[in-house]
């Protein structure tokens, strides 16, 4: 048997609990999480078909399938449990749910498709056919507006086209519209971001894009601030460039207090302070300096600075009295282009409709719509006595409150560890 940690047999022992175990590659997370399930067949003596295993790729659940059998058929070679119970799990096992969340997902609209009024002759279409479907329902979408002529459409048109197209736009459309998709309510919660663009100045401080642009100023100043340090020891090594050890310090001390200006007085003492943050120019190194370590103190210090010039490149140097006007002018035209996404949403739905198919977010939020349903969802929370999630660093907001509707307070179990997250580009939100 496998010498477990104390950690590791901890999560395996728990019971009448949500556990969410978080720990690096390669430390067992998969292990403990099959030694559990065993742990519970043969201690709890729970049923394979009562349990939900979820992965992010069908060859994690096909390992996953196998590597449960493996575990089931050493436990019948030992002799550990019940022998019969344990054969009824290997023959439960061709059977279980043991699959992606998409796959699950099926499962849900293929039963409950009536709940939510969905033909159930319908079939997944494939990635090339529902991107000529959205080709086609952008195309048709952004033709009805130009015969529309709304002055806000033109403007859209104008302000993030080039040479006259509007592709940009087009693209623009599609990619909020994916984004969105990863999000349980996509409709509401854009209507509520559009919003950030009327407020008031001093309604800017508690809005999440200034909180992200806040936290990304930190980590830029931080960042430049690393390279100063790393140029300044240098400096300090044998044969390095002591001339400029006064130019770095001072270079620290500017950032250090623009940094401090971030952290306790904010933007507006941030945007007030930059412009008179200055590098000066490097002091003239004797001959005895090693051309190599003075070279390399050159390109950390021109790496710090860049960083530096590229945060007044953008909201620094306009400041925030000025950004919070440019953001009340966009307003109305993201209030468009808003609905803009909604309309291509339709229009896209209407689309696949017509052909009979949905694509994987449909998947995700038929299933939701569907759990919406309290019997439904009441039902499902019955069936399944534990519910494990694989990898949950790879989850969005839509697949988490998917499971969270069918769980209960005492029986979900999550692995996963967010360095290990490879479904960003899918908005995975670890």
């Avoid at 100045?201 to 992200?212: D, H, R, T, V």
């Avoid at 490097?282 to 051309?291: I, N, P, S, T």
Wanted: charged share 30%; glycine share 6%; with cysteine.
């Amino acid at each position: 048997m496998p010498k477990w940690t104390v950690e590791q047999q901890a999560a395996i022992d728990a019971r009448d609990c949500n556990l969410l175990v978080a720990a690096a590659a390669g430390s067992g997370k998969t292990a403990v999480l099959v030694e559990r399930i065993l742990q519970l067949i043969l201690k709890d003596e729970a049923e394979l078909d009562r349990l939900l295993v979820v992965t992010f790729t069908n060859a994690a659940a096909g390992e996953m399938r196998e590597r449960i059998g493996a575990a089931l058929m050493k436990a019948l070679d030992e002799n550990r449990g019940d022998s019969r119970h344990l054969r009824r799990q290997m023959n439960l096992l061709p059977k279980a749910s043991i699959s992606t969340l998409h796959a699950f997902c099926i499962r849900i609209i293929r039963q409950y498709f009536h709940v939510i009024n969905l033909d159930p002759g319908f079939r997944i279409g494939d990635d090339t056919e529902c991107s000529l479907i959205r080709l086609d329902a952008i195309d048709d979408l952004f033709e009805k507006e130009y015969e529309k002529g709304s002055e806000k459409f033109y403007g859209l048109v104008e302000r993030f086209g080039n040479n006259r197209q509007d592709t940009p736009l087009q693209d623009l459309v599609l990619r909020l519209h994916g984004f969105i998709q990863s999000k349980p309510d996509p409709e509401r919660w854009m209507e509520v971001r559009v919003q950030d663009f009327a407020l008031k100045e001093e309604e800017i401080g508690a809005s999440p894009w200034y909180q992200a642009l806040l936290s990304q100023i930190r980590m830029d100043l931080a960042g430049a601030m690393d390279l100063l340090q790393d140029a300044l020891a240098l400096c300090r090594k044998p044969g390095g460039p002591m001339a400029y050890e006064a130019n770095l310090l001072d270079d620290l001390s500017q950032l250090e207090d623009l940094l401090s200006l971030t952290q306790h007085r904010g933007l507006r003492a941030c945007c007030q302070a930059y412009p008179g943050i200055k590098f000066k120019n490097l002091k003239r190194c004797g001959r005895d300096v090693e051309d190599s370590l003075k070279e390399a103190v050159q390109e950390q210090r021109n790496q710090a600075k860049a960083i530096f010039k590229n945060l007044g490149d953008g909201f620094l140097s306009v400041g925030l009295e000025h950004s919070v006007e440019q953001l009340n002018e966009l307003y109305p035209y993201m209030q468009y282009l808003c609905d803009l996404v909604f309309k291509f949403d339709r229009e896209y739905r209407r689309q696949k409709q017509e052909r009979g198919i949905i694509d994987f977010n449909d998947l995700e939020h038929y299933a939701l719509d569907i759990l919406k349903n309290e019997e439904v969802a009441e039902e499902l929370r019955s069936k399944y006595s534990y519910i494990f999630v694989d990898e949950y660093q790879d989850s969005n907001l839509v697949q988490e409150t998917i499971v969270n509707k069918i769980a209960r307070e005492d029986n979900l179990f999550l692995v996963g560890d967010v360095k290990q997250s490879i479904y960003r580009f899918r908005l995975a939100d670890p």
